[in-house]
Nanobody, 116 residues
Framework: QVQLVESGGGLVQPGGSLRLSCAAS????????IGWFRQAPGKEREGVSC????????YYADSVKGRFTISRDNAKNTVYLQMNSLKPEDTAVYYC?????????WGQGTQVTVSS
């Protein structure tokens, strides 16, 4: 069964850092593109970053470019999102997503709160 489990969220002050993890099971993660998304209260879910499977190309939303870094550890079947210089507007539930077969699988999400 394809499953994703996010972790690493928490409360951090503005300017701080967090590293989110997305642990995969039921499939070999390095064969698939993985995306990070976030959803703030009252807002639609938005794409944050993605890492491709073929050549590990990475993509970032303009709002996080230069502050967030996506990476994967194939040995651990895990994708990470390193988030630096966090801002209050980064507050959201963060999700990872993969498409295996015909459908998308989402994790349960991890809460990130940036506040002083």
């Amino acid at each position: 069964q394809v499953q994703l489990v996010e972790s690493g969220g928490g409360l951090v002050q503005p300017g701080g850092s967090l590293r989110l993890s997305c642990a995969a099971s039921g499939f070999t993660l390095h064969n698939y593109a993985i995306g990070w998304f976030r959803q703030a209260p009252g807002k639609e879910r938005e794409g944050v970053s993605c890492i491709e499977s073929s050549d590990n190309s990475t993509y970032y939303a303009d709002s996080v470019k230069g502050r967030f870094t996506i990476s994967r550890d194939n040995a651990k079947n895990t994708v990470y999102l390193q988030m630096n210089s966090l801002k209050p507007e980064d507050t959201a539930v963060y999700y990872c997503r993969v498409r295996v077969g015909v459908g998308y699988t989402w994790g349960q999400g991890t809460q990130v709160t940036v506040s002083s």
